[in-house]
């Protein structure tokens, strides 16, 4: 491999197991917030915590993001002191993932937290969400791509219960790096 920074990478998969397809268990929210579907307003609000990761999008793009979505497949998470948007992930029909195809594919899409809200398992409450979502529509191939150096959303990927897709030697070699450090036990076999 010639470079190890993630960074520079391309990003990696996980898939949801088929076996079962089953949703995962969201956890409670902490005191003094709410989770909901996308209502109309939202979109500013939404592209605010998408900038905060480097996603800005333009107005066409934002459209085609959301045109891409299953009906009632944004989410959001609501801090019920300020009504905040501080967390948010979409359920996106995207069977060609552009470096593979996933038959009637799909992929859990901008998962971002905001940076004051982090640390309470936000993330892992909407990422479930999506999943939730995908199985309710009969999807039978989700998954999600992420940057390796993206530590506290993998850590939330493999808690929900995806695995890796370990498709080549040096996508695996890229895993159990990652793997060593988010503290996670890299299982191949599974």
């Known amino acids: 491999m010639a470079t190890l920074d993630e960074h520079e990478l391309p990003c990696l998969y996980l898939l949801w197991p088929d076996h079962p397809l089953s ?13 909901r579907p996308y209502a109309a307003g939202d979109d500013a609000a939404l592209r605010r915590l998408l900038e905060l990761e480097g996603w800005a999008m333009t107005d066409e793009e934002w459209q ?9 497949g944004l989410f959001v998470i609501v801090h019920t002191g300020t009504g905040a948007v501080v967390a ?7 069977p060609n993932a552009g470096r593979g195809y996933f038959p009637f594919g799909g992929e859990l899409a901008y998962l971002v937290v905001d940076p004051g809200h982090r640390g309470k398992r936000l993330g892992h409450h909407v990422s479930a969400m999506v999943v939730g979502r995908f199985i309710s529509a009969g ?8 940057q390796g150096f993206r530590s506290a959303a993998i850590r ?3 808690r929900l219960g995806f695995v890796p897709l370990l ?22 076999e599974r």
């Open 156 to 158: 939330t990927y493999l």
């Open 23 to 35: 949703e995962p268990s969201r956890g409670e929210l902490p005191a003094g917030y709410v989770s």
């Open 139 to 146: 999807y039978r191939s989700i998954r999600v791509c992420v």
């Open 88 to 94: 948010t992930a979409g359920a996106v029909h995207n």
């Open 64 to 72: 085609d993001y959301k045109d891409r979505i299953l009906p009632d």
């Open 167 to 188: 498709n080549t030697e040096e996508v695996r070699l890229r895993w159990r790096r990652i793997h060593e450090q988010v503290g996670w036990p890299f299982e191949p």
